[in-house]
């Protein structure tokens, strides 16, 4: 498979803005984009994120798949003739106005095949927005096939406060049988404190490393199974507080490896892509037998695999 993902440095508010970035990015790279099967950008993509109030993101709201972000991923679909997968800040029209955050995942023929509602939510997200209410999607895509869908917090523990071996999300997809999953974000680092410019190209190793820890289910499960592929796609840059951790990255799934298609630095600006059958990967996880070696230390992260290495 194909798959882009459009990791940038999003303006708060500033949406015309940030489409024309995204559509420079694109540009950059025309090249790379032919033969997509997906392109995907981050959470609240054109919007930008980190929205403190309901009234601070009322003028950046968009009705349900109808609105500057649906109407680029449609006309961004049809000109790459790729699925495209955007997020976005949804207000329902009827019966009652009620806000979501949401991604819409957009057919090659510019159909909107998917309104996925964000299930968990952050802190942020509960100023505004009120939970997805029917669950993390899972659904069969035609020309991608059995696709889980999540946004950011998804992935964590319900609330913070559920048990971290619910692995909510992971089990989902696994009950699903899954063969693709896509994970749209603004996943802010935990680093805190300056960072050398010339690592700007470079993963976020702790957010690496957490993410692969709650996926542990699929990857236990893994073993004599068709390989599971996961897109995770996040931003770069700060708003206020936040600074975001990029690391965007493709990933595969199978006999108890995570094999690396191609990554992000924390700090970079670019389109991704990387095709899962023609490209050398970038490196290949292994993990040591569980349970002894998946353990957590007090910010909750899973043990570091037992190696990363090039193949």
Not at 67 to 92: F, K, M
Not at 181 to 208: C, H, K, Q, Y
Request: glycine letters at 10%; proline letters at 8%.
């Amino acid at each position: 498979m194909r798959i882009g993902c459009l990791q940038f440095d999003p303006v708060l508010g500033d949406v015309a803005g940030n489409i024309d970035r995204a559509n420079a990015l694109l540009g950059s790279s025309p090249t790379s984009l032919h033969n997509l099967d997906l392109l995907m950008l981050p959470e609240l993509a054109f919007s930008g994120y980190n929205h403190p109030s309901l009234e601070a993101i009322r003028p950046y709201l968009e009705p349900t798949k109808s609105g500057p972000s649906t109407e680029w991923a449609i006309q961004t679909a049809r000109n790459l003739g790729c699925h495209v997968s955007v997020g976005y800040p949804e207000i329902t029209q009827e019966p009652s106005p009620v806000c979501y955050n949401s991604v819409v995942l957009v057919s090659p023929a510019g159909e909107v095949l998917v309104n996925y509602r964000k299930s968990f939510l952050y802190y942020t997200d509960e100023t505004w927005a009120e939970e997805g209410k029917d669950g993390f999607f899972a659904g069969t895509i035609p020309g991608l096939g059995e696709v889980t869908m999540g946004i950011c917090m998804d992935l964590n523990p319900y609330r913070f406060e559920a048990p971290w071996t619910a692995y909510e999300f992971a089990t989902h997809a696994l009950q699903n049988s899954s063969s693709l999953i896509l994970m749209t974000m603004a996943w802010s680092t935990v680093v805190s404190g300056p960072r050398p410019l010339e690592t700007t190209n470079e993963p976020d190793t702790l957010t690496f490393t957490y993410w692969l820890g709650r996926l542990r289910p699929l990857i236990e499960a893994s073993h004599g199974h068709p390989e599971v592929l996961v897109t995770l796609c996040n931003r770069v840059g700060r708003e206020g507080d936040a600074l975001y951790a990029g690391t965007s990255a493709v990933w595969g799934i199978k006999n108890g490896r995570v094999t690396v298609y191609g990554e992000l630095g924390w700090g970079q600006e670019a389109v991704l892509v990387v095709d899962t059958l023609e490209d050398i990967p970038r490196s290949q996880l292994a993990f040591a037998p569980p349970p002894s070696t998946w353990g957590q230390d007090r910010a909750g992260f899973d043990a570091v695999p037992q190696s990363r290495k090039g193949i």
